[in-house]
């Protein structure tokens, strides 16, 4: 059985991506995160070397993310709690607002996501993402 500290951080983490598929943007964004968290995208088709977000680097990333994709989802295949770290299997899909090297614009990604959060006073404080995007 969950404990009252490890549903409440699954309840901010699936908020968190419900602003995220409804377009969050900077405060509204920013209220998910702590000061100093770090993400870590591992090494996937999009980004082949990885990435490594603070706080702005994560708020860009969303305002450019929302001229690329539209229409994006989560959807949650599993999640566990423990303590202050959520962990997600989902699956996440994206139409293309305009054309991304070689991916047109109206395509759809998909990918099969991972996604390990880490939680302090109900803030994100770090997030580790693999990201297995299928062929397009």
């Not at 490890?6 to 983490?13: G, M």
């Not at 900077?26 to 977000?53: K, W």
């Not at 229409?71 to 959520?86: F, G, L």
Request: with cysteine.
């Amino acid at each position: 059985m969950a404990s009252l500290r490890e549903a409440e951080n699954t309840a901010v983490v699936l908020r968190f991506l419900r602003a995220v598929e409804e377009g969050a943007t900077g405060a509204t964004l920013s209220q998910f995160y702590a000061d100093g968290v770090i993400q870590e995208e591992l090494p996937n088709r999009l980004f082949p070397d990885g990435v490594r977000r603070d706080l702005a680097g994560l708020l860009e990333s969303a305002e450019r993310g929302q001229q690329v994709v539209r229409d994006q989802k989560y959807q949650v295949r599993s999640i566990v709690a423990a303590e202050d770290q959520v962990a997600l299997e989902m699956i996440w899909t994206g139409t293309l607002k305009v054309a991304v090297g070689p991916i047109p614009a109206g395509h759809t990604l998909r990918a099969h996501l991972a996604m390990f959060v880490v939680l302090h006073d109900g803030k994100i404080v770090g997030q580790r993402n693999y990201d297995c995007y299928e062929p397009w």
